[in-house]
């Protein structure tokens, strides 16, 4: 996070009965500052799997922030508020991939975290351009990694 002392995690909870999620699959965060102890858990969404998240960086502080993930079986992307990591309840905007893939694309993003456009700058106010999305191959093509571009402005309005 921008402070440099906290880093965020996200992750999917699939622990029927324990956990933060209530006994749901969900994705979760925790804070840390030394990568060894956690707090503040929270449900960031329930239902929904295979988070990738990455901070804008338009505004000042870390936020908005966006995200990928995986709801009912299709791949969505998801823009937070500008103040929080608070995303709005799923499904987002639906994300497809050629070929189909139903775990949830990757955002490219510099060693911070900064989502990038797709010439490897970041993104400014109003948001234009390209972005890079990165996923799995499948059962029928093999497991491999493609990449796609796509316009972010479909995906996500900060």
């Known amino acids: 996070m921008e402070s440099g002392s906290l880093m965020r995690v996200y992750f999917t909870q699939n622990v029927p009965g324990y956990g933060i999620a209530g006994g749901a699959n969900g ?3 925790l804070d840390t500052t030394n990568g060894t102890t956690f707090s503040n858990p929270r449900l960031i969404m329930a239902g929904a799997y295979w988070a990738n998240v990455k901070r804008v960086g338009l505004y000042n502080g870390d936020y908005p922030m966006v995200m990928t993930y995986n709801y009912g079986g299709n791949a969505y992307a998801s823009t937070s508020s500008t103040t929080s990591d ?3 309840a799923p499904p987002g905007v639906q994300i497809a991939t050629n070929p189909t893939w139903d775990e ?3 955002l ?5 975290g900064l989502f990038l456009n797709a010439n490897g700058g970041a993104f400014s ?3 234009s351009g390209q972005m890079n999305f990165w ?6 093509t093999g497991k491999y990694i493609w990449a796609g571009e796509t316009s972010a402005a479909h995906f996500f309005s900060f």
């Open 104 to 106: 949830a694309p990757t």
């Open 135 to 140: 996923w799995g191959g499948s059962a029928t």
């Open 86 to 88: 608070a995303f709005p």
């Open 27 to 29: 994705i979760v965060s």
């Open 108 to 112: 490219e993003s510099d060693e911070y």
């Open 125 to 127: 106010h109003p948001v």
